[in-house]
């Protein structure tokens, strides 16, 4: 059984930065592929991030293309997202889930797709 752990949320203001970090345990880490989701109040979940296994190859959703990074250490079984220019819309819990194996590019955002499920960390954002 895989067990999640993130670390990091907190209270931002606008334009700051936050870095998440999500620790494995409990399986073969370097074998998942890991993502980072999100869930705003009164809204569903939604993909943010993901990054593979295989070649480290990396996707984003496009609300946060170019503002936040993931990335993965496999000797340590952690994934981290690096948040940067944090706005008020940011703000959710946010989610570290892990597939075992490949997916393909079409699947990366799909939430059914992940098998394990971190228990979330509060990020909010101030204006």
């Known amino acids: 059984q895989v067990q999640l752990v993130e670390f990091g949320g907190g209270l931002v203001q606008a334009g700051g930065s936050l870095r998440l970090s999500c620790a494995a345990s409990g399986g073969s880490f370097s074998s998942y592929t890991m993502g980072w989701f999100r869930q705003a109040p009164g809204k569903e979940r939604e993909f ?13 959703a496009g609300s946060v293309k170019g503002r936040f990074t993931i990335s ?10 690096q948040m940067n220019s944090l706005n008020p819309e940011d703000t959710a819990v946010y989610y570290c889930a892990a597939h075992r194996g490949r997916l393909i590019s079409s699947r990366l955002g799909i939430q ?4 394990y499920w971190g228990q979330g960390t509060q990020v909010t954002v101030s204006t």
Request: charged share 30%.
């Open 112 to 115: 059914d797709e992940y098998e």
């Open 48 to 60: 943010v991030a993901t990054i593979r296994s295989s070649d480290g190859s990396t996707s984003y």
């Open 72 to 81: 993965r250490d496999n000797a340590k079984n952690t994934v981290a997202l």
